[in-house]
Structure formats: C-alpha cells, structure tokens
C-alpha cells in the first residue's frame, strides 16, 4: 500500500540496496525478506532481482575438466602439502540423476513443494504433483493441489522441491 505524500516538512529518499538473506530455498529467503520490508514502516519498495551466492563457483566448477593439486606455501623448513580439489560431478551426470529423481517421483504420485522462479521478481512456492516431463521440450506439468489446476513449466524456471510428507 502506498501511503500519500503529505504536506510536512518530510522529504521521500529512495535508496539501492543489496541484501543478503539466509534460506533453504530461495522462495523461503525472499519470503523472508518481504516479511522483514513490509513490517519495517517503508511507504513503498520493490524486489528487482535475487541471486543464490556460490552460483557462479559451482558452475565453473563443473565446467573444470582436470582436477589439479594445489601446493600449500610453508616455511622453508618444513615440506610442502598437496592438496587435490574436491571431486566434481560432470554436469551431465547431476542433470541425469535429477531427471531420473523426477521419473520417479511421478511414479509415485509424490507430492512436492515446487519453487518456480518465473523471472522479474517472481516466484512461485506450489504444493503439487507431477504429472508429466517432456525431456525433449524441456516442459514439466503439475497438478497444483490447492488451487486445482494444471500449470506447465519450463525446468529452467525450477529452483528447488521437496518432497512432501
């Protein structure tokens, strides 16, 4: 709600922040965040973006083809360590292994709390089940729950799920 602008001696400020909230998923550290700006007496703000930290490292990790020890620098007494890199799962192998987890919990009817992030600032946190995968077109569609109805995704736009219990 934006609040009118009155004819005090008050003047309005808009400041550009970066803020770095804490969450299991990005949805719950967004809702966080909203939590937190609508409670803090703020006439009006807007959300433009949101990044998970450490996005970038995985990322080049797994696009790192050799894996090279890295040698500690001591004392001249003492005799240098080798240090290998932790091992690094082909991304090819982290895509199968989810969408193998996918087929399967379509199998078993599961239900999942899916966090979409659709762009622009918006995010969606459905209870659902998963209905189908198209691998070929990169499409998943849900049976959101609460709302009875079928909604398509592109797996691109999928953060997170968890399995309901």
């Known amino acids: 709600m934006i609040k009118p602008l009155t004819s005090t001696n008050k003047s309005s400020f808009i400041f550009q922040i970066e803020v770095l909230v804490e969450g299991t998923t990005n949805g719950e550290a967004l809702e966080q965040l909203l939590h937190q700006l609508n409670n803090g007496g703020f006439l009006d703000y807007q959300v433009k973006s949101g990044i998970q930290l450490g996005q970038l490292l995985e990322e080049r990790r797994t696009a790192s083809a050799t894996q090279q020890p890295i040698p500690t620098q001591l004392p001249p007494q003492e005799k240098p360590i080798s240090v290998p890199a932790p091992p690094i799962a082909s991304s090819e192998s982290v895509i199968n292994n989810g969408l193998e987890r996918i087929k399967q919990i379509i199998k078993n009817n599961s239900l999942i709390r899916l966090v979409v992030n659709k762009g622009l600032g918006i995010t ?3 209870p659902c089940r998963i209905l189908n995968m198209n691998e070929n077109e990169n499409l998943i569609t849900v049976y959101h729950v ?5 909604y398509t995704f592109r797996l691109n736009e999928i953060e997170d799920y968890k399995e309901q219990t």
């Open 124 to 126: 969606l946190n459905i």
């Open 146 to 150: 609460d709302e009875k109805q079928v």
